[in-house]
Nanobody
Framework: QVHLVESGGGLVQPGGSLTLSCKAT????????MEWHRQAPEKSRELVAI???????NYADSVQGRFIISRDNVRRRLSLQMNNVKPRDAGVYYC?????????WGRGTEGTASS
């Protein structure tokens, strides 16, 4: 059974930083493409960042240059460093991976930017 557990969400002032983490079990983490998605209130879930097993990364235009996705294959942990956070970055952030023929999601962690 695959389990993804996010943590690190909280309230941050606009312009501040926040780092989210996702602990993965039940997969060979080093071989998995891992993703961060977010869902703002009353909006659809959107892909924020992705990292492949080879270490390649890609970002949504809205976070390019501000967010950094990284992975620790030894600790099986995915991270998302959010810099220069903007109010529009607020939402529930989900860790996700496709493994054994289906897509797995964590329960999410909420990040809010407010002054």
């Amino acid at each position: 059974q695959v389990h993804l557990v996010e943590s690190g969400g909280g309230l941050v002032q606009p312009g501040g930083s926040l780092t989210l983490s996702c602990k993965a079990t039940g997969i060979v983490f080093a071989r998995a493409t891992m993703e961060w998605h977010r869902q703002a209130p009353e909006k659809s879930r959107e892909l924020v960042a992705i990292t492949t097993s080879g270490g390649s990364t890609n970002y949504a235009d809205s976070v390019q240059g501000r967010f950094i996705i990284s992975r620790d294959n030894v600790r099986r942990r995915l991270s998302l460093q959010m810099n220069n956070v903007k109010p529009r970055d607020a939402g529930v952030y989900y860790c996700s991976t496709s493994w054994s023929g289906r897509t797995w999601w964590g329960r999410g962690t909420e990040g809010t930017a407010s002054s």
